[in-house]
């Protein structure tokens, strides 16, 4: 079985930081993409940032030139950067990656258990 376990999150002051890190683990062959999602209360589910095996990377345009996605492929780790917070960056954050289990023949979508983030004086 694959899971995703997230680290990170709590409570931040305006214009602080936040680094969040999520380690697959499990009978992994291989990860495709990694993202970041979040939800805002009685908002939907929002796609934050995403890097593909390499470099490749996107970001919503609300966080771009603040938020940084990054993998360490070794560890099968994706990172999330949050620098320059605001209280609308308030939400639950989830990891998701798409990854093949050793055995299988297609990729899965995986979620992490969700970190709640406070941007708040």
């Known amino acids: 079985q694959v899971q995703l376990v997230e680290s990170g999150g709590g409570l931040v002051q305006p214009g602080g930081f936040l680094k969040f890190s999520c380690a697959a683990s499990?009978?992994?062959?291989?990860?495709?993409?990694m993202s970041w999602y979040r939800q805002a209360p009685g908002k939907q589910r929002e796609l934050v940032a995403a890097?593909?095996?390499?470099?490749?990377?996107n970001y919503d345009d609300s966080v771009k030139g603040r938020f940084t996605i990054s993998r360490d492929n070794a560890k099968n780790t994706v990172y999330l950067q949050m620098n320059s917070l605001k209280p609308e960056d308030t939400a639950v954050y989830y990891c998701?990656?798409?990854?093949?289990?050793?055995?299988?023949?297609?990729?899965?979508?995986?979620w992490g258990q969700g970190t709640l983030v406070t941007v708040s004086l």
């Open positions: 499990g009978s992994i062959f291989s990860i495709n993409a």
């Open positions: 890097i593909i095996s390499g470099t490749s990377s």
């Open positions: 998701n990656a798409a990854i093949r289990a050793i055995g299988s023949w297609r990729y899965l979508e995986v």
